[in-house]
Structures are given as C-alpha cells and as structure tokens.
C-alpha cells in the first residue's frame, strides 16, 4: 500500500493508519416506504451504488484494514431526536413514527437496518448516530483513537447531507479524509458533483476524492519480491 491516485493530488495512504467509515446505507434510505421516499425522493439512485460499495468494502477486508459502520437513528423514547430535526420537511411520515418497515429511524426497527448486501461482519464496529455528522454524541472519536486511525476512507449516504457533514467533523479533527466517488450517492445528482467539487477545492479543502478502481488497487496487499 502506498499512494491512491486521488483528485486533486495523490492520496498518501498509510496502512497502519487508514480506516473505511461506511455511511448510513439503511433500508430507510434505500427502500420503497422508508424516511427517504417518504420525503419524496428516487430511492433507486441510492441501490444503484451498492456493488461498488460492497466492493469496497471487500477490498478493506481483504487487505486487513478497519471497516467502520453507521446508522443514522434514535432512541425508541426520542430522547435524542430534538423536535427541530423532527417536524423538518413534509414527509409522510415522521421520525419515530409507525411506517411499513417499523418505526421511522429507531434504533433495532427493521428499516434502520443496514442492507443486507452490506451488514457488517464480526468485528466491524457499528456506530448508532442522532446526527448527520457521525462524531456528534458517538464514540467514533475513541474508536479511532483507539486503533490509532488517522486516514478515513468515506462511502455511503447522503454525501452532501451525512457524508459530507462527517467529513467536515473529521478534517476539523485532523484526520485525512477521501472519499470514494462511486460509492456514494444523493438523491440529487448535482449535490453530489457540487459536494465532490468543494471537498476537493482549493488544495483538498475538505478531503480528496478518488474512484473506487484506485482505492481498491492502493490498498491492495503487494506480493513482495524474494531477497
Ligand atoms: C439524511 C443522511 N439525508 N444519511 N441522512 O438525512 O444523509
């Protein structure tokens, strides 16, 4: 592992310091009948990236590397749902509510589950979050300090929204972020380019970006040649 070809320069990856974060590909923001549609978006956009996602994924398992997982949800009292994030937007229905997958962004209900295609494995640490960022009252913190991370590899949902939030909260905790082009989507492909664009302003602003193709061959374990 070394450099990943990256926008607007090359990406300096290092393994003993690189983690994936895998944002919120939930049933509720990826399936007919959850909080997504409900808010009247095209939900497809959201299941056409999937397999790079998965593939994604896959590539940091096989090389060894951290894969680190959340889900935007609240307690079932909504004790951490401020009435201002709830009555936000028309949806048809509400955080919290009954909906046909159970209620609405609750922790353990079947919509806030993450897609089976991409559930998280033995090991792999799943981060409960009430906000669009992932840092904001979570232990994501601790969990990479603990496994001394400080290069974070973004997939997931929505990137301008949750995506591009969290990375704002890494970058101002000092960690180099990139994000995987392909392996995330918004439900408005122009606050996607828009997003991408101003992550990798002026000099990676934010964060760099990359195709998946590259990061998957920057990470990969190199044969080593024979003394
Ligand atoms: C939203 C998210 N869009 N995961 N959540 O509310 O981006």
């Known amino acids: 592992m070394g450099d990943i070809k990256a926008e607007p320069f090359v990406f300096p990856a290092k393994p003993e310091a690189l983690a994936l974060i895998v944002i919120d590909m939930q049933r509720d923001f990826a399936e007919p009948g959850g909080f997504g549609a409900s808010l009247g978006n095209d939900v497809s956009r959201i299941t056409k990236i999937v397999p790079d996602v998965k593939r994604l994924i896959q590539g940091f398992r096989d090389a060894g590397l951290p894969v680190i997982h959340t889900m935007e949800c609240h307690k079932p009292d909504l004790s951490d749902l401020p009435p201002a994030k709830r009555d936000r937007g028309s949806p048809s229905i509400r955080i919290g509510d009954e909906g046909p997958m159970g209620r609405v962004l609750i922790s353990g209900e079947p919509g806030t589950a993450i897609l089976a295609e991409l559930a ?23 969990v990479l300090k603990e496994k001394s991370i400080t290069q974070l590899v973004f997939a997931g949902v929505t990137t301008e929204v949750c995506v591009q939030t969290t990375m704002r909260e890494a970058n101002d905790r000092g960690y180099e972020c990139l994000l995987a082009e392909e392996a995330t989507e918004s439900y408005f492909p122009e606050f996607k380019a828009a997003a991408i664009a101003m992550i990798r302003a002026q000099g990676a602003i934010v964060g760099w970006t990359a195709h998946v193709d590259d990061i998957l061959e920057g990470i990969a374990p190199k044969e080593t040649a024979d003394a």
Do not use: C, Q
Request: proline share 9%; no cysteine; glycine share 14%.
């Open 120 to 142: 998280p494995i033995d090991g792999e640490v799943v981060i409960e979050k009430p906000g669009k960022g992932a840092f904001y009252a979570t232990k994501l913190s601790d």
